[in-house]
Nanobody, 115 residues
Framework: QVQLVESGGGLVQPGGSLRLSCAAS????????MGWYRQPPGNQRELVAT???????NYADSVKGRFTISGDNAKRTVYLQMNNLKPEDTAVYYC?????????WGKGTLVTVSS
């Protein structure tokens, strides 16, 4: 059973940076996209960014210019570099891998942006 494990969350001040990582426990085949989603307190889960196997990326308007998604196939890892963080970025961040057969989700990592 493939597992996705996120890391890199924590407490950061406004304007700070964090880098999230999501590592797969084994190779995943027939991938459409890998991505990051987040669920702010009291709100629904929302898309943050995705990256396709072609390298094409997609970002939520709220994070464009501040967040960068990237992947390392050799390490089976997808990253989310988050710069200029704002209090409204506070959320649990989830990694997702979408394939032709099913979606895989991580358990999430908490990011708190506060002074």
């Amino acid at each position: 059973q493939v597992q996705l494990v996120e890391s890199g969350g924590g407490l950061v001040q406004p304007g700070g940076s964090l880098r999230l990582s999501c590592a797969a426990s084994e190779s995943i085949f027939r991938i459409y996209t890998m991505g990051w989603y987040r669920q702010p307190p009291g709100n629904q889960r929302e898309l943050v960014a995705t990256i396709a196997q072609t390298g094409t990326t997609n970002y939520a308007d709220s994070v464009k210019g501040r967040f960068t998604i990237s992947g390392d196939n050799a390490k089976r890892t997808v990253y989310l570099q988050m710069n200029n963080l704002k209090p409204e970025d506070t959320a649990v961040y989830y990694c997702k891998v979408a394939t032709s057969i099913r979606d895989y989700w991580g358990k999430g990592t908490l990011v708190t942006v506060s002074s």
